[in-house]
């Protein structure tokens, strides 16, 4: 608030009576988010919220008037209501006001006719400016405004608002006042749909309070059915607590909602609108073009006015070239739905006829097959994919494809061989390895038919299946055919053959000769777009150059690399697209290594469940490093080990021998931090055994996990002060050409140590000097703190005596050790230790205790399912119990302290 307006004398006259506002429903839900981040505008003259019927609008507005009272503003409420009298409106109005000479006379003019709307608005201006705070009006259900005068009167309170006035109008409709020049000065907040939409975690909160046995899934169903729909998530709420005892049946729309959207929105327009977008329902999404083709010129003209100027459940977006889209609500869907079923069956097939031949046409195959199956052609939808297929593939959209492909009905697939190839890579698209590999094994068995681009196909199908069962053997095999490229000039194929060799190439320990490979021009499709949305683009190549910087140990290269792809691949890709979500899962351990902790967690939540349904291997593993690595730097070590036993137990990580030693490697060096003796020595033996086998087999990955074997003995023997067998270890690490440059800085951190134990303090000060120089260079924080306390001994012997001349030595090392992981407690005697619920076993049973499922478990400690039952696991064994009843029932019995408050959840 200005001085002047602190100044304002106040005015002598009394206040009226407020007017009457609805008041806060007793459950609602807080939008903190939302209000927060309106208060910095709370003085501005004009305050708009946009939003369909049952959008919270009114809940929002009141949350609004409870957020301002104590910063000293003074709320008026106004209803408008559809048919009231424009004279019963003044009426009220003016009851709203502070009382007033003017004001009187106009209420007294009010009891016949509205009185003229400058001279009211005169006088409501001059009431208000007298007063000595600020004043909110809040004006609801503006649409049903229709008299002409009434908006003139709001339009001059708008256009001539004193300081101290600020409205806030709710409205289902565009308001037909004029705001540009609000807008322009800076003096107008507008709140629309988007942003009225409640986000999962509200609706998590509604669901909690109301609906606690609704499952994790039930949850994600619910807000994909409501899409944040205020009303619609409390009906379907109520619902679910009706129907308790089934909490399997499915979300749907209820009674309740379609005869609240039949009220509220649908009876309210024209009988032409409303059997157009009945007819227009089956498609999802239409546009434009397609109301004009099907419907004509005139219904499109209506229709497009109706949704500018309505909020109706039908949301605009816009698409690549500026074209607008518009999207039903999945409700309202629902509903549209309900009615085309009742059109005669004649009309039904004409209009999915129509809708799908459209789509078709346009090269929309997933919905253009959709809508000719449910029209009873599915012949014609295989015709149209069939057509244009190869050119979807090769346009860079193999998601389209895969959705598309996964309409057809699998008999009409087997009777299509030129169908076949492509449903091969559906079926890797849904992760149905075993069902690829039979696929493609009848398609070689038929290959000398096929042409040179179909042979190359097949080769990349094989070699990107072995990538996701992380084989590297076949993957080794496979990949010098695709260096074979005559005859191959397709955007696709040549940036298949770029990544995939550039990947072999990275696990093979050769990153240079990976960056090789993939420098060189961005690749373009035949429509001269860049290949982006496709495993073989441009995202997908940043993604591996910046894993191949990771692989030396160049975090602050590999960083900047992931970041700019994760940043260009959600921008024009989407948050859930596959580039995305692998730059994602490197990047998390990234960000944990160069000592970035908030951004590791942050992308560890939002992206680790996405990168489980992809199964990358590599990007899962990257991810789960860097949870463990965040749960080691907070001292949690129990946390750490029960993340990567998880995905160790995960059943596509079990048939992986590289993924699961190096899962091994990372729980033996945890427990070595947390002094667990034993349990590294079980952590051991088991990559020992791993080692053997992948030697036993000849497995591709065989020396890179003897490698990471031979530095977990190296860290054992000096564990037990076996120093000489350290030693041997470490100096043939070193002497090894093919060890990564993660893995060398590992053992020369060790080597330091060895020098110091063995008196060799200078030369130990010189190489530690050498080793923190190499990890301020590449960026690497995690590294230098995770090699032990005797390391971390040099680090602070050498943070004592950093030359003068070099004070960013000094605060690369302030930084490095403020990092230390906290040290564990040794209080209790192990055995006890083993035997007590650890602290975080202790907050899974206060959930447990509540009743939660392990969903709702993670949820609230922020970790994987996997995680929890892990912990549930490790509970019963303690416990002596076989399930959760059991559990529930030792924990009261022995009077365990079940840490109901969840301190310290980390």
């Known amino acids: 608030m200005s001085t002047t307006e602190r100044t304002r004398p106040h005015s002598t006259a009394p206040a009226r009576p407020a007017a009457a506002a609805p008041r806060l429903p007793a459950d609602m839900v807080e939008r903190t988010e939302l209000i927060e981040a309106w208060l910095p505008h709370r003085h501005r003259r004009c305050h708009v919220v946009l939003g369909p019927a049952g959008s919270g609008k009114t809940t929002l507005a009141l949350q609004w008037r409870a957020r301002l009272s104590p910063l000293g503003f003074h709320a008026a409420w106004l ?33 016949s006719a509205f009185p003229s709307p400058g001279m009211l608005a005169a006088a409501m201006l001059r009431a208000f400016a007298h007063q000595g705070h600020d004043v909110m009006l809040l004006i609801d259900d503006y649409q049903n405004v229709a008299d002409p005068q009434v908006h003139e009167l709001f339009q001059t309170l708008l256009d001539y608002a004193p300081a101290n006035l600020h409205l806030l109008i709710l409205s289902r409709t565009e308001l037909p ?34 609906a606690p046995a609704l499952p994790p899934h039930g949850l994600a169903r619910l807000q994909a059915l409501t899409d944040g729909w205020a009303v619609g998530i409390r009906m379907l709420v109520q619902a679910a607590q009706r129907r308790h005892a089934d909490s399997r049946a499915p979300l749907r729309i209820t009674t309740q909602i379609a005869t609240y959207l039949q009220r509220e929105l649908l009876s309210h327009l024209p009988a032409a609108l409303l059997h157009a977008l009945v007819r227009l329902s089956p498609a999802r999404h239409f546009n434009e073009a397609l109301v004009a083709r099907l419907l004509g010129v005139d219904i499109l003209e209506r229709l497009s006015t109706l949704l500018q100027r309505e909020r109706l459940l039908i949301t605009a977006t816009t698409r690549s070239g500026g074209e607008t889209w518009w999207q039903f609500h999945p409700l309202l869907h629902e509903l549209l739905l309900t009615r085309f079923a009742q059109m005669p069956a004649e009309s039904q097939q004409r209009a999915r006829q129509g809708l799908g031949a459209w789509f078709a046409q346009r090269g929309m195959l997933d919905d253009a097959a959709r809508l000719l199956i449910a029209a009873g052609e599915p012949e014609a939808a295989a015709d149209w994919i069939e057509a244009h297929a190869g050119s979807l593939f090769f346009r860079g959209e193999l998601q389209a494809l895969v959705r598309a492909l996964s309409v057809l009905p699998p008999e009409l697939l087997a009777r299509r061989p030129a169908l076949r190839l492509w449903d091969a890579w559906s079926l890797l698209c849904h992760r149905r390895f075993d069902a690829c590999a039979r696929s493609l094994a009848e398609l070689e068995r038929g290959a000398d ?39 191959i000039d397709d955007a696709v194929l040549l940036g298949g053959r770029r990544n995939l060799v550039a990947w072999s190439l990275l696990q093979q320990g050769r990153p240079e000769e990976a960056r090789r490979h993939l420098a060189g021009p961005m690749l373009v499709s035949d429509d001269g777009t860049p290949l982006r949305d496709s495993p073989f683009g441009s995202q997908m190549s940043s993604v591996i150059l910046g894993a191949t910087h990771l692989h ?61 349904k992809l199964a990358y291997p590599d990007a899962l593993l990257s991810a789960t490093l860097a949870l463990a690595r ?39 060096h945890t427990c070595l931090l947390a002094r667990r003796e034993k349990e590294a020595g079980a952590r051991l033996a088991a990559l020992e055994a791993l080692a053997r086998q992948a030697h036993a087999v000849a497995h591709h990955g065989a020396a890179t996990i003897a490698r990471w074997t031979e530095l977990a003995q190296a860290q054992w023997h000096l564990h037990r002060l076996q120093d000489a067998k350290a030693g041997d270890l470490i100096g043939a690490l070193e002497a090894d050409a093919a060890l990564d440059g993660r893995l060398r800085f590992q053992a020369g951190a060790l080597a330091a140590v060895i020098l110091r134990r063995g008196g060799r303090e200078r030369m130990a000060a010189r190489r530690t000097l050498e080793l923190v120089q190499q990890a301020r260079a590449l960026g690497l924080f995690a590294s230098l703190v995770a090699q032990g306390p005797e390391f971390v001994d040099l680090l ?21 050790l403020a990092q230390v992981p906290a040290a564990p407690s040794f209080a209790v005697p192990a055995r006890a230790r083993r035997e007590a619920p650890s602290r975080r076993e202790r907050q899974v049973l206060a959930l447990l205790m509540h009743d939660l499922s392990n969903r709702r478990i993670a949820e609230a400690l922020g970790v994987s399912v996997e995680t929890v039952r892990w912990h549930l696991k490790n509970i019963y064994l303690k416990l002596e119990v076989r399930g959760r009843r059991d559990a529930i029932a030792a924990v009261r019995r022995l009077g365990i302290d079940p840490d109901p408050r969840h301190e310290d959840l980390r």
């Not at 948050?575 to 990047?587: K, N, P, R, V």
């Not at 946390?639 to 590289?658: C, K, Q, Y």
């Open 449 to 487: 038919g096929q042409s040179p681009r179909q042979r190359y196909l097949l080769r990349m199908l094989k070699v990107s299946l072995a990538i996701q069962r992380d084989d590297l053997a076949a993957v080794a095999q496979d990949v010098p055919g695709l260096r074979e490229t005559a005859g």
């Open 177 to 210: 006042l004029s705001l540009l020049r609000l807008a322009t000065s800076g003096q107008l907040h507008l709140i629309d749909w988007q942003r009225l939409r409640f986000t999962r975690a509200e609706t998590s909160q509604l669901v909690g309070r109301h």
């Open 796 to 816: 602070r012997e050498l943070a004592r005596c950093v030359p003068a001349d070099d004070p960013m030595l000094a605060l690369f090392l302030e930084r490095v």
């Open 552 to 612: 030396e140990g160049g975090c602050r290269q590999a960083e900047a690399v992931l970041s700019a792809s994760l940043e260009q691949s959600v921008a024009t890709l989407g948050e859930q697209s596959l580039s995305a979500c692998i730059a994602a899962g490197t990047l998390c351990e990234v960000r944990v290594e160069t000592g970035d902790v908030e951004g590791a967690r942050s992308l560890a939540a939002r992206y680790l469940q996405m990168l489980e």
């Open 630 to 668: 965040l749960q080691v730097l907070a001292g949690d070590f129990d946390e750490a080990l029960a993340v990567l036993d998880a995905l160790a137990e995960l059943p596509m990580v079990r048939g992986m021998p590289r993924i699961g030693a190096r899962l091994c490697l990372e729980a033996f």
């Open 79 to 111: 209803s408008m209501h559809r048919g009231e009298p424009p004279q019963a409106l003044a009426r009220r109005l003016i009851a709203a006001c502070p009382q007033s000479p003017l004001l009187e006379e106009a209420q007294a003019g009010a009891a």
